[in-house]
């Protein structure tokens, strides 16, 4: 059967958000009185969340719940000046998004929040998006399986006919876990070679190798 639904990662895979991450981040670290983070030590964090990057700098916070939320809240607050202001889709990503005859949907550990806004920025909210799956979506985020399982349940799809595109280690894992064929992408903030380790079914450096990619699956 041809591939009905192509599930999507959104930070380092739809979209380039990482000027707007990395100076966040470095805003907070510093208006903290920490020195700012190498922009490749952000970037390739992105994916799992940057929470966990930014506790590192402040280890005590660890230890009181109360603490941890307020380090989250002032990024939040930070990041909500900023996340419009550079986004960026991937070379041809509009084009695949505006032309492919299957289904599409988001399944990303980026909060919904930000993603409908980025959306409407990049003048991409009105495509026919079958999910738009945001890490606070659900109690789980990727790799656990509910977020692409909810998304198949909305396109009506099973593992043979849908595949995960992405860039980071929650989007091949949460596909191995599921079941369904993964593509990995080279120009994201995780290493390829270390994807395909982890047992990504397929590579693309462009998103206009995807479609032939996509047909050869059927």
């Known amino acids: 059967m041809p591939i009905q639904l192509v599930m999507f990662d959104f930070d380092g895979t739809l979209v380039d958000t990482a000027p707007d991450l990395i100076r966040s981040t470095n805003i907070f670290l510093e208006s903290r009185g920490q020195q700012p983070l190498p922009e490749e030590t952000i970037r390739s964090h992105i994916g799992f969340g940057l929470k966990n990057l930014m506790l590192e700098s402040f280890p005590e916070a660890l230890e009181h719940p109360a603490k941890v939320a307020e380090i989250e809240k002032e990024f939040l607050a930070i990041y909500d000046q900023q996340f419009l202001k550079t986004p960026e889709l991937y070379p041809n990503a509009r084009e695949f998004l505006e032309t492919w005859d299957g289904d599409i949907a988001i399944v990303s550990n980026k909060r919904a929040r930000y993603i409908h806004p980025i959306l409407k920025h990049l003048g991409i909210d009105k495509l026919p998006w079958k999910a738009i799956i945001g890490g606070d979506t659900f109690a789980q985020m990727k790799p656990h399986p509910t977020p692409f399982l909810e998304a198949m349940k909305n396109a009506g799809?099973?593992?043979?006919?849908?595949?995960?595109?992405?860039?980071?280690?929650?989007?091949?894992?949460?596909?191995?876990?599921?079941?369904?064929?993964?593509?990995?992408?080279?120009?994201?903030?995780s290493s390829i070679e270390r994807l395909v380790h982890l047992g990504a079914n397929d590579t693309i450096d462009n998103f206009s190798e995807l479609t032939k990619k996509l047909n050869a699956l059927t």
């Open 157 to 189: 799809t099973d593992r043979a006919t849908t595949v995960m595109v992405g860039d980071g280690e929650p989007d091949v894992e949460g596909a191995l876990a599921v079941g369904i064929h993964s593509i990995a992408v080279s120009f994201g903030y």
